[in-house]
DNA sequence: AAATATAGTTGACAAAATCAACTATATTAT
DNA sequence: ATAATATAGTTGATTTTGTCAACTATATTT
């Protein structure tokens, strides 16, 4: 792997990271951090999953999303059953009103996409997911 | 701009944040936090700064980036200078020590980038870059 | 049945970030 | 020229986010 490419790739890491801390901005005024925000879209697409695949997909700490989910289920928005194949194991789920929040949390943030983005042709726009798709199979296929 | 082109984009920028993630690793070990690595990188890329435009660039707090800036003074990092033509600027620059810091987080950042994305083939690597450069320069001409 | 591993909780703590008040210099409007 | 306003940076108080290790309880392995 030559330096050239390696600056290329870290060039562009710097600027879509700053592209992704701009996104990350349209929970404000929600009383969700970004973290609860994770979280609670993690349990919306992934449903039926335990903490500990929670705090795997999203890097948390099992300590810390412990702490989180009992916020959430405090505030009403998510619930805890006990797996009945395993004892040690909680099935963590999103209420209807934990549904709702998705929801909206989820509105908010396509809003958020569609003012970075949505200067874009629409020809542009597919060029641009296309790109986007082509990079995640080459670094998804890899690992 | 339409939900499915929405749904793609947020995909993605999930699956990128993951991969970002594990890179912004890459300092464990050194005294610095990454906060203290974004500002160091930045001085260096950018010399001539004063706090005001590197806050602005890093999305960063200016009462938390002049903590951090002394922080990294008192370490013997960096100077900082008055402006000559404007006395409430300071001129942000490495010391030669915070270059050689520099360097070294650099070559660690970079070590990273070979782990993530070495797997794969010069010509993979070759196409990945060119996606890389063609969605900056989508969102690079939009903005 | 004993040893080891795993899921989750809890306490103590450290790092990162936010907000508002404040100082000092610059700029603008009168 | 002066008063009003804006800007660069500092400081104090506070909150949010994240880390680490010890602990409980259930599973799995030997």
Redesign the interface.
């Known amino acids: 792997?030559r330096?050239k490419?390696?600056d290329?790739?870290?060039?562009?890491?710097r600027?879509?990271?700053?592209?992704?801390?701009?996104?990350n901005r349209h929970y404000m005024g929600s009383p969700f951090g970004l973290p609860e925000i994770r979280v609670i879209q993690d349990m919306y697409l992934h449903p039926g999953r335990g903490a500990k695949e929670i705090a795997l997909e999203l890097?948390m700490d099992k300590g810390y999303l412990s702490r989180l989910l009992k916020k959430l289920e405090e505030h009403g928005y998510v619930c805890r059953s006990a797996s009945d194949t395993d004892g040690r194991r909680d099935i963590i789920s999103l209420t209807d009103s934990g549904i709702v929040i998705y929801h909206e949390l989820n509105a908010s943030?396509?809003r958020s996409?569609?003012d970075?983005?949505?200067?874009?042709t629409e020809e542009?726009?597919?060029?641009?997911?296309a790109?986007?798709?082509?990079?995640?199979n080459?670094?998804?296929n890899?690992?």
């Open positions: 792997m330096q490419q390696i290329r790739i870290r060039a562009f890491n600027f879509y990271t700053k592209i992704l801390g701009i996104l890097n943030a396509d996409v569609e970075i983005y949505g200067g874009l542009q726009m597919e060029e641009m997911i790109h986007m798709d082509a990079i995640s080459l670094l998804a890899d690992k």
